[in-house]
């Protein structure tokens, strides 16, 4: 049987074109895909030396680069586990993490070594390793000393290549197991239904130790061979200066609303675009229209998530509608538990699936059905010809006086007012009707008065408008744009007591 390392499927992709630039960043250096494939090596090499095991776990900490890219594959070769952690956990959080994954090897910014280095040494953590934005740190030194693993450790599909973290935003966070079958299928479906060729150039401005950056842009684009033009982060104004060489862009919602906020970003200048891609959080119709009218362009939206990879895809040649997130992805099942075209609790079944929560066997019998299918806790509706639009998240759903209420869909009249920024509706205790619906809200200019709010939510039910409404600056949002209604119900449970 073929080796079913997921970065033997990549390397065999890319085998052609090892001369041509991989990364590319923004003061012009390149590495090229054979750079990779020896950085790869070496950083194998380091980790093998270092006393990681096939099976072992690798929990990385660090800045976004083109050392984090080659360490990430070089784990992979190496059969070891890949565990990523969001750069803005705190020490704190590390050491929940930690004692959960049983690294092997932890690697860590060295900005933070002493602080991190005495954590992972509480926890049992024998090798601390570092590795900086600018590849300095004992991770490069240790690959350059180390002889390369320049094979490629056998795996087979089912066997685990990535544990991704859930963020925790509902409790104690849980480890989703990502086999090398579902990295190497979820990327082959999207390579194919968005088309990807050698000659593309994708924009990247997202961060890599979450599955948007990681898994959607650079797997996808290495399958063929693309150039990646590699920035440290979003910046509005290097995504302008650059545009006009990339022909893919892939980002969060509010990617685009800041680039619709620069009176400099237009049209002309995303003329040699050919896809423009959402996902992580919704896309308002609002967004989509805007962008639309400003650029010609309309925005792919999709969606998916840590357990799951891609689950579905507005169309790359087809009507893509706004508030929708389009077809599941070639050889994905989805379904919901409501009635046809009424809104349910998305299930869905496939090769992209995870193989459950690390170390979490109770939880993972609970999340999935029988037959196979993923309870996601995302609330959508399945139309007649399979296209899928997404209401909420389960555990969003409002119950006030006996009714259930989805915060999307006063939302998406909120954001639809002249005036509002952007809006998040959330559920407050209220001793009559169980619970009471808050807006809060991000002006545009002068922030409107309660009596104009609820004129323009009119078309709504009574009972699904708003009792208090809240301005504040910003929303506030994780590293991936998502905004935390958890804070915010934190910050307003009081309101109606």
């Not at 001369?19 to 990779?36: A, I, M, Q, R, S």
């Not at 990295?183 to 130790?209: C, G, K, M, R, T």
């Not at 507005?314 to 538990?337: K, Q």
Request: net charge negative; glycine share 10%; hydrophobic share 40%.
């Amino acid at each position: 049987m073929a080796n079913q390392n997921f970065y033997a499927i990549l390397k065999a992709a890319f085998r052609p074109a090892l001369k041509k630039p991989f990364l590319t960043l923004p003061n012009g250096d390149t590495v090229t895909y054979g750079e990779l494939d020896e950085r790869s090596a070496q950083m194998a090499g380091a980790l093998r030396a270092a006393g990681a095991k096939s099976g072992d776990r690798v929990v990385v900490q660090i800045k976004k680069s083109p050392a984090n890219v080659a360490l990430y594959f070089g784990a992979l070769r190496a059969g070891l586990i890949y565990v990523p952690l969001n750069t803005a956990y705190t020490d704190d959080e590390v050491q929940y993490f930690l004692p959960d994954a049983e690294p092997a090897i932890f690697v860590c910014d060295p900005a933070r070594e002493a602080e991190l280095t005495a954590i992972a040494g509480k926890q049992n953590v024998s090798t601390v390793l570092t590795l900086g934005p600018d590849g300095d740190g004992s991770a490069l030194e240790a690959a350059n000393a180390a002889e390369p693993y320049s094979k490629v450790h056998p795996r087979h599909e089912d066997d685990l290549a990535v544990i991704l973290y859930t963020s925790g935003t509902t409790g104690r966070s849980k480890g989703a197991m990502l086999s090398h079958g579902s990295l190497s299928s979820n990327a082959a479906a999207l390579n194919d239904i968005w088309d990807f060729q050698e000659d593309d150039v994708l924009l990247h401005a997202l961060p890599i130790f979450h599955i948007h950056g990681l898994f959607v842009a650079l797997h996808t684009a290495m399958l063929s061979a693309c150039e990646v033009l590699f920035l440290p982060k979003f910046d509005v104004g290097e995504i302008i200066r650059l545009i006009h060489r990339a022909t893919v862009l892939m980002g969060v919602p509010t990617f685009y609303t800041r680039l619709l906020a620069d009176p400099e970003f237009g049209g002309e200048a995303t003329a040699h675009v050919r896809l423009f891609i959402s996902g992580s959080a919704p896309l308002t119709p609002e967004t989509f229209n805007a962008f639309y009218d400003r650029t010609g362009h309309k925005i792919l939206e999709r969606y998916g998530m840590s357990e799951a990879g891609m689950i579905t895809s507005n169309p790359l040649m087809g009507e893509r509608i706004p508030g929708t997130v389009g077809y599941p992805l070639p050889g994905v099942e989805i379904r919901t538990d409501g009635n046809p075209g009424e809104p349910g609790v998305v299930e869905v079944r496939g090769p992209n699936i995870f193989k459950g929560y690390w170390r979490m066997p109770e939880k993972t019998e609970e999340e999935f059905r029988d037959d196979g299918f993923f309870i996601t806790g995302d609330v959508g509706a399945i139309a007649d010809d399979g296209r899928l639009s997404l209401i909420g998240r389960e555990k969003d759903l409002i119950i006030a006086g006996g009714y259930n209420i989805y915060p999307s869909e006063i939302e998406n009249v909120l954001d639809a007012i002249p005036g509002v920024a952007e809006s998040a509706v959330i559920a407050a205790p209220h001793p009559d009707m169980g619970e009471g619906v808050v807006a809060v809200l991000v002006a545009n200019g002068l922030r409107l008065a309660d009596n104009l709010l609820m004129d323009a939510l009119s078309p709504l039910a009574k009972f699904k408008r708003p009792r208090k409404f809240f301005w504040i600056d910003a929303l506030p949002r994780n590293a991936m744009g998502k905004v935390q209604k958890q804070v915010l119900r934190e910050t307003y449970k009081d309101v109606f007591l």
